[in-house]
Structure formats: structure tokens, C-alpha cells
């Protein structure tokens, strides 16, 4: 009897452990634009495990990338913060600072094996041999790998590869778009990028065929792993698909035969990413923990401008602050705590996530030393009312933005722009010669946030080391436009 009462006892302590360390795995698509994926309305592209996810959890149809281009936004999603905080401005631009409180190493303190897969971009992984963008002897400055995050293990690419043969390229044929999949027997080059581990070792087996099943097949054993040491986990998931260059293998290029070359390969690797987020749902629920993980799901971005990618009906693409440029697919799936679908239509961005999962888990907020641009969405989880604090700010190259429930304010030199989303969500009917105290306000509230931003950048919360050792110079976008408007 007693042995029965301390069995009950364990598996009560197993249950409240679960749902007070839910596993968290936070997956990113690379360029996916916001009409890309069924759920959202394509008819054409293949992606029927997303859909799936769609319908058992939350959809968000207002949900923002924290910049145009991939780098910002995914410093944004580690540390809660707006990436021009920490001098990430664009793509290849900056680093994630190591001074940055970031979100494995907030969960690795409360128990969690951390672990980061596919995409990097924060970067370089090395500083002894050329390798992707900006890996190459002797540049220590941009030397950045994940080990200084906060994670336990990785297989990791600095930027973009191949998404079929992800380390191949042809020696004919091999365009930036891409190019048809490498047959048995075909010449190729190396690509230049490589995938590293958390020890700084380059990855050399099983790296061929689909890209995003080359890196599923690191996730799985990293779960594995997890839940044989009885471990909570972190795993972050960045697929390199649908990145330029596009190329889908044979069984894909099958799929979409009747389409152009192009959308072949761009509409084929996200079928392929799709087939593998099937492939992790099926093996959480094999090893009876996908009630208590939490699967997030978006892009980085919205599609890039010479693809068939597709932003909907929203204005512009990548590297536009405009909707087609952030707004993208965004889902949550929680069946412990979501055991029924909704759709929100809150204005949320991908900075949100760090102070969602730190409330899900109630980490102290004396660990958050820093500004957090993020704000929880637990209150939207558990539908219950959510009110955002502030406006979200964006800032890319010569352009800013600034949303709110409502209203949108769109800048680039020279000229001011007004939207009022509920009514105009494709920002045709730009509304700032009619409103324009409400410009001004907006205008303000941006001004006193740029002016936040610039003093992070400069050191205010955690001093001048990674500002020094950098050496980049503050991007005054907002200072050009006032000038430009007055």
C-alpha cells in the first residue's frame, strides 16, 4: 500500500512538474511570407501539418516579425528586445551581445537543457577558417557562437545554405534563386557554409538530401536525450527553408510538376519543412509529452522580393517595414493548457516570446536586469484580456513604424504615413493628411523610444565592452526623418 501511495505521489509530482516546466520548442521558417502556408489561405503550397497545428491550437493573424531581415528579429525572439538594442540592424550586421540575458540562459538556470538548430546568424562560428558570411581567420570581433548563450548543445549554420544538399552546390547551374537538385554522379563545389557544434567542431555526416530533415534529425535525439535524463528542454528550431537559394529534392519537385522551376523548389522545401514539423509532432506524442510542450511557430521575416513567395494581401515584403515585410504565420500549440483552437487578431511580435515563456515559468524579474520591448502573452493563452503597454516599435534602414491596436505610423525620409489597421489592414488609404494630431502623438511616443534604444546601444545597462569591441556607429534613422519632415 505504501509503495502504491508513493507511486500516486510521483507521478502527482511529474504532472505538476510538467505543466510548471513545460518543454518549449520555438520554431522559425526563413523568409516565409504570410500567405505562404494553407492556414492562411494558399491553395497551391503543401503544408497540411500546419495546417493541422492551426486547427488545435491559437492562430495569430496579427503577428509581427521584429524587423524586414532575418539577424534583428532573431535576437529579438532570444533576448525580448528590440535587436537595435544590441547593434543588430540588419542582416550580418552586429551580434547577439554576450551581455545579453537571453532565453536559454534564463531556462538553463531553472533546470533545462538548452539547445539551438539550423540557422544561427548572430554570428560567426569561427574565427580560424573562411566559412559563410563572415567566418574567416583572424575576425574574433564577430565570433559569436551559441556557447556563449546559454546552450548546451548545437548544430548550427552561421547564415544561409542550400535547402536540398545543404552543403553542395553545382559546378553548372547554380544561380542565387537556386537550381535543380544535384544528380548521382554531378559535379558540385562546396557550398562555403558549414554546420558547427556547441564545441566549435565542424559537422561532416548525414548532411545530405532535405535540408530541414538534416536538422530534424539533430532535434530528435536532443529530445531524446531530454526526456531519458528526465529534463525539461528548450530546443530552438531555425529552418534555413524557404531561404534563397531554394531547391526541393525529387519527391518534392514531383509534388508541384506542373508549376515553373522556381516555384518548384521554393513551394517544395516548404512542403519539406512542413513533412518534418509532422515528424516532430508525431514523435512528441510517441514519447507522451506533447500535452506539456509548447511548439511556437513563425518566420523570421516576410518572403523575399524575387521569389514566388506570397505576403497575402498585405503591402510590400521583405525588407519593408510595411505589413507584408513583418507581418507573418504565427502559431502557438499548448494542448495542456489550449485543449481548444482560437484565432487572435492582438498585435503581437516576435519579442514577446522571451516574456511569455519567463511568465509561463515565473522566472523572478529580478533576473531580467534589462528593458524588455516583449511583453507576456500568458493573458492571451488563457484568454483572458490583454492590453499591450506600448505601442511596437520597428526600425530597418531609412524606415520606421510604429503600431498599436489600431493606428499605424510609417516613416521613411521625406514622408509620414498613417493607417488605421482594423479598417485598412493593406494599408491603402493612408490617413495622415486627415489625422494628423494623432501623427504627432505617435511621432513622440517613437521619438522618446528611438531615444531608449540609442542609449542601450551605447552602453546605458551593461556598459561599453561589446560596444567597444565593435565598433559600430549608432543607425539615426528617426534623427534623418525629423530633419527630412521639418
Not at 544561380?175 to 557550398?191: I, S, V
Not at 530552438?236 to 519537385?253: D, M, Q, R, S, T
Not at 510604429?402 to 491603402?428: A, C, H, R, W
Amino acid at each position: 500500500m505504501r509503495s502504491t501511495l508513493l507511486g500516486f505521489a510521483l507521478f502527482g509530482t511529474l504532472l505538476a512538474d510538467a505543466e510548471n516546466k513545460p518543454n518549449i520548442i520555438l520554431v522559425m521558417a526563413d523568409d516565409l511570407g504570410w500567405g505562404d502556408v494553407g492556414f492562411n489561405g494558399n491553395t497551391l503550397i503543401k503544408t497540411p501539418n500546419l495546417d493541422k497545428m492551426a486547427s488545435e491550437g491559437i492562430r495569430f493573424t496579427r503577428f509581427y516579425s521584429a524587423s524586414a531581415v532575418c539577424s534583428p528579429t532573431r535576437a529579438s525572439i532570444l533576448t525580448g528586445r528590440n535587436p537595435s538594442r544590441m547593434g543588430v540592424f540588419n542582416a550580418n550586421v552586429g551580434i547577439l551581445r554576450p551581455e545579453e540575458i537571453t532565453l536559454p540562459e534564463l531556462l538553463k538556470e531553472t533546470g533545462y537543457i538548452t539547445a539551438h538548430f539550423g540557422k544561427w546568424h548572430l554570428g560567426s562560428l569561427t574565427a580560424s577558417e573562411n566559412d559563410a558570411n563572415r567566418g574567416k581567420p583572424g575576425n574574433t570581433r564577430e565570433y559569436n557562437p551559441p556557447m556563449f548563450h546559454g546552450y548546451d548543445e548545437c548544430f548550427v549554420t552561421e547564415s544561409k545554405v542550400p535547402t536540398w544538399d545543404p552543403m553542395k552546390k553545382p559546378l553548372k547551374k547554380a544561380t542565387a534563386n537556386g537550381w535543380p537538385y544535384l544528380k548521382p554522379a554531378e559535379l558540385f563545389a562546396p557550398y562555403g557554409t558549414h554546420y558547427w557544434d556547441i564545441k566549435g567542431n565542424k559537422i561532416t555526416e548525414n548532411l545530405e538530401g532535405d535540408d530541414s530533415r538534416v536538422i530534424m534529425d539533430r532535434v530528435i535525439p536532443f529530445i531524446d536525450h531530454s526526456v531519458k535524463k528526465e529534463a525539461p528542454f528548450l530546443a530552438v528550431v531555425w529552418f534555413h527553408a524557404p531561404h534563397l537559394p531554394c531547391v526541393a529534392g525529387p519527391k518534392y519537385v514531383e509534388m508541384y510538376k506542373n508549376e515553373d522551376t522556381m516555384m518548384q523548389n521554393y513551394a517544395g522545401c516548404i512542403t519539406a519543412l512542413d513533412e518534418q514539423i509532422g515528424r516532430l509532432r508525431t514523435h512528441l506524442a510517441r514519447l507522451k509529452i506533447d500535452k506539456q510542450t509548447i511548439l511556437f511557430f513563425c518566420s523570421d521575416n516576410g518572403p523575399e522580393k524575387n521569389t514566388p513567395g506570397s505576403s497575402g494581401m498585405f503591402r510590400d515584403r521583405k525588407r519593408s517595414l510595411h505589413e507584408g515585410g513583418i507581418r507573418v504565420p504565427s502559431l502557438i500549440l499548448w494542448p495542456q493548457k489550449v485543449p481548444k483552437p482560437f484565432v487572435s487578431d492582438i498585435a503581437c511580435f516576435t519579442s514577446d516570446y522571451l516574456p511569455t515563456i519567463v511568465d509561463i515559468l515565473k522566472i523572478s524579474s529580478q533576473k531580467l536586469k534589462y528593458h524588455l520591448d516583449g511583453q507576456s502573452l500568458l493573458p492571451i493563452i488563457e484568454q483572458k484580456a490583454f492590453v499591450r503597454r506600448n505601442p511596437i516599435g520597428f526600425t530597418y534602414q531609412n524606415q520606421i513604424a510604429l503600431s498599436d491596436s489600431i493606428f499605424k505610423m510609417y516613416s521613411k525620409p521625406g514622408e509620414y504615413e498613417l493607417y488605421n489597421l482594423k479598417e485598412d489592414p493593406f494599408e491603402k488609404n493612408n490617413l495622415a493628411a486627415q489625422k494628423s494630431d494623432i501623427i504627432q502623438k505617435m511621432k513622440t511616443k517613437y521619438e522618446y523610444f528611438y531615444l531608449d534604444l540609442e542609449k542601450s546601444f551605447l552602453g546605458k545597462e551593461y556598459g561599453t565592452l561589446s560596444f567597444n569591441r565593435m565598433k559600430q556607429e549608432w543607425k539615426g534613422i528617426f534623427e534623418t526623418n525629423k530633419e527630412a519632415a521639418e
